[in-house]
T-cell receptor, first 110, second 113 residues
Framework: DVKVTQSSRYLVKRTGEKVFLECVQDMDHENMFWYRQDPGLGLRLIYFSYDVKMKEKGDIPEGYSVSREKKERFSLILESASTNQTSMYLC?????????FGPGTRLTVT | GENVEQHPSTLSVQEGDSAVIKCTYSDSASNYFPWYKQELGKRPQLIIDIRSNVGEKKDQRIAVTLNKTAKHFSLHITETQPEDSAVYFCAARMDTGGFKTIFGAGTRLFVKA
């Protein structure tokens, strides 16, 4: 059974803080993704990675960066958090077709 | 790039009725179309998918149809039950451009008992 875990379920940060969201998968998947989920907008891709140290911008990468130093771990970094980054963040991993999602991190930036 | 539109945004049906959710996509190169169900407070989970070489796929009470010419695909849920209440996302994926999956905006389905 694939397991994708995220470091926090809920997070509250202040404007300007640097924020790290961690995602870990235990199935040796090559592809990992970070999405944000907002009402009425569905799931929007921020960044993805298809191998260690490889990363590609998604549709809304501005204000974010990522790190993939190990295959099982994909980190999303908010360099300087802003209120418009308040959202639900979902990590996912994939080997072939099906994506497996983590439980999500609800981030509030005040 | 690929764009996926999903309708309706909200759907309310009586228990036992059928529910249909429709999606259109823009890039004819898309060749894989999954549907995800997200219950309140939970992660999205794949419920059914279809590949572009297939026109229809069925799994018990859910089915998905694909019309490649018109570039649209639909989710059909028959004999709906209250536990079908959730947000449903369609998605489309290309084999080019880094294997990105583009999601629709979601449909909130309410099944009234």
């Amino acid at each position: 059974d694939v397991k994708v875990t995220q470091s926090s379920r809920y997070l509250v940060k202040r404007t300007g803080e640097k924020v790290f969201l961690e995602c870990v998968q235990d199935m040796d998947h090559e592809n990992m993704f970070w999405y944000r989920q907002d009402p009425g907008l569905g799931l929007r891709l921020i960044y993805f990675s298809y191998d260690v140290k490889m990363k590609e911008k998604g549709d809304i990468p501005e204000g974010y960066s990522v790190s993939r130093e190990k295959k099982e771990r994909f980190s999303l970094i908010l360099e300087s958090a802003s209120t418009n980054q308040t959202s639900m963040y979902l990590c996912a991993s994939r080997q072939n077709y099906e994506q497996y999602f983590g439980p999500g991190t609800r981030l509030t930036v005040t | 790039g690929e764009n996926v539109e999903q309708h309706p945004s909200t759907l309310s049906v009586q228990e036992g009725d059928s529910a249909v959710i429709k999606c259109t996509y823009s890039d004819s190169a898309s060749n894989y179309f999954p549907w995800y169900k997200q219950e309140l407070g939970k992660r999205p989970q794949l419920i059914i998918d279809i590949r572009s070489n297939v026109g229809e796929k069925k799994d018990q009470r859910i089915a998905v149809t694909l019309n490649k010419t018109a570039k649209h695909f639909s989710l059909h849920i028959t004999e709906t039950q209250p536990e079908d209440s959730a947000v449903y996302f369609c998605a489309a994926r290309m084999d080019t451009g880094g294997f990105k999956t583009i999601f629709g905006a979601g449909t909130r389905l309410f099944v009234k008992a």
